[in-house]
């Protein structure tokens, strides 16, 4: 995109708004006034001294005139035609476009934001329509007791000679079906009230522990002090947790988040990041401590505000996620299985083999991401008992460190909201369709 | 003595409507409720038809008609599927398992009683 995109409006904008007549300035800058009415209307090119002309003669500085907000709005206009190929939008008209029609171009970048935003929320509701067990089991009852009321009420409609006691007895059941279908149907709504918003109430207890943590953006300083208070204390402290569950998973993240901050303290482990190039092994090597040590307290570190935040995602030996620490750009679905290319399950297969890897997710304006992911053995019951596997991956935007120089690896968020057709660890079809 | 059906069914206002129609109809209807046991009522009553819900407490109907598949004495019994999901997977899931026939809730009493004459007519 050329920095004098619609400089031809930003001359206009400026003329007017200093009184200045269309023909008095174009004398000024020595050309004809109807060559000027073309460069004002974005249909002729300009640059180079003919600015410099121009701008003297309306005496603003030449930046005024060829960077502004308008080159936010071809860029904008620029990735609405990217996102839509099939329109075949005129793509090398856009400046003409967006002087001619201001408006028009705006209301193009607002919907084509609104679709945006529209798309990320079906995949949100298609993630939790196709993977809540609240919504399956709830929707079974509410269809079970419709059948119920259907067949009792047609049995009353349509049996003309039934005896005085059923008849009393189907009534009675469609009145107790229709109390229970209204409670059912209330419920619904609650819940798919409480879906369509993601800082809703929560409903699981890893749904109450995670609302703790975001309140806290994951940095706990009560655990950072030399004399922490109690992982009991604080999750007794936690109005937010409600259910024994809740407060339970809470107790054990707690218990390890202190260990982690008393193995890496705060200052001691940021100085290292830096010192050894953010290398988590070389870390984990100057502390003594586990490389998944190292990816979860790189996780906890507080964050100035606006800047891109790590994220981390944990599962168990079955691949079942027990944590997840969403960031921006990089979907962590609450519910079902997710894509078998991240590279958590990739550290999975290879225990205590460190992984290193950059992901692209998305095939419309893509995002990258450096991901380290590592899978460690532990012996809970002691040395005769089942080794119990837990792998965990950190996963930093680009601004947090840089990419090295590495292949790609196109991943995806699950296969029913992946738009990746072509995957060869798909396990079942797309519900993402042209359409959408 | 009438044709014999089990209806394996938990929802109680279901069970009674289906009752009272098929009973109206000539049917002799026997009830059982849970997954876990289900099997176990049906060779015990050996009925001429099964209705089988496909979600069931403690057993999925599709585990017990697998059951009812490869067990001898209950293999040609037919059977006919209720399910809440009319999902393509869950009807394709009661072909491979052999149902005889797959209904979604919410049905009408007259397909049930129309599926029901062709499973076992007279």
């Given amino acids: 995109m050329s920095k004098n995109a619609l400089t031809g409006t930003r001359i206009r904008d400026q003329r007017q708004r200093l009184g200045v007549k269309q023909a008095d300035l174009a004398r000024r800058a020595g050309i004809s006034a109807s060559y000027l009415n073309l460069i004002e209307h974005n249909r002729r090119r300009i640059g180079g001294k003919l600015v410099l002309d121009i701008s003297r003669a309306l005496g603003v500085e030449p930046s005024v005139l060829t960077i502004g907000a308008e080159t936010a709005l071809l860029a904008a206009l620029q990735d609405a035609a990217v996102e839509r190929p099939r329109a075949a939008a005129e793509v090398e008209r856009i400046e003409d476009f967006a002087g001619r029609y201001p408006g028009w171009a705006a209301l193009v970048v607002a919907q084509s934001a609104r679709i945006a935003e529209l798309e990320r929320s079906v995949e949100g509701l298609t993630d939790r329509l196709t993977h809540d067990p609240f919504l399956s089991t709830a929707l079974y009852e509410v269809l079970s007791t419709v059948t119920a009321i259907r067949s009792s009420a047609a049995i009353l409609a349509d049996t003309d000679d039934i005896d005085p006691e059923w008849q009393a007895r189907f009534l009675r059941n469609i009145r107790d079906d229709a109390h229970r279908l209204g409670e059912g149907a209330e419920a619904l709504v609650r819940h798919l009230d409480q879906s369509g918003d993601a800082r809703a109430a929560p409903g699981t207890p890893q749904e109450e522990l995670e609302k703790v943590l975001e309140a806290t953006n994951y940095h706990l300083p009560d655990l950072e002090r030399a004399l922490p208070v109690s992982p009991q204390s604080l999750a007794a402290s936690r109005d937010e947790l409600t259910s024994p569950v809740a407060r339970q998973s809470a107790e054990v993240h707690f218990t390890r988040y202190a260990r982690d901050a008393a193995a890496l303290p705060l200052s001691e482990f940021t100085g290292a990041l830096t010192r050894h190039g953010f290398d988590p092994g070389r870390v984990a090597g100057d502390f003594g401590v586990s490389m998944a040590a190292v990816l979860r307290r790189w996780a906890s570190l507080p964050i100035e505000r606006g800047a891109a935040r790590p994220g981390l995602v944990v599962c168990d030996g079955s691949g079942a996620i027990t944590f997840r620490k969403p960031t921006e750009g990089f979907a962590l679905p609450r519910f079902g299985a997710v894509c078998p290319l991240w590279p958590l399950f990739q550290a999975l297969t290879r225990p205590t083999v460190p992984v290193r890897q950059v992901v692209e997710l998305g095939d419309r304006a893509p995002e990258r991401f450096l991901t380290y992911a590592v899978c460690e053995p532990s012996h809970p019951m002691g040395f005769d008992g089942p080794q119990v596997f837990e792998a965990t991956m950190l996963i930093l935007p680009e601004d947090v460190t840089g990419f090295p120089d590495i292949a790609v690896q196109p991943i995806g968020t699950g296969c029913r909201i992946c738009p990746r057709q072509t995957c060869a660890a798909r396990r079942e079809p797309s519900l993402l369709t042209e359409a959408l | ?122």
């Fill in chain 2, 1 to 122: 003595m009438g044709r014999r059906v089990l209806l394996i069914e938990d929802e109680p206002n279901i069970i009674e409507a289906i009752r009272f129609i098929l009973s109206r109809d000539g049917w002799n209807v026997l009830t059982h409720a849970d997954g876990n046991t289900a099997f176990q009522a049906i060779q015990n009553q050996t009925p001429d038809v099964i209705i089988l819900d496909a979600m069931l407490p403690n057993r999925s109907g599709f585990d017990i008609l697998q059951d009812i598949r490869s067990e001898a004495a209950t293999q040609d019994i037919p059977v006919m599927m209720l399910t809440a999901r009319g999902q393509q997977k869950d009807r394709d899931m009661a072909e491979r398992f052999g149902a005889n026939r797959f209904m979604t809730k919410p049905f009408s009493n007259a397909e049930v009683l129309d599926v029901m004459r062709q499973l076992a007519p007279l």
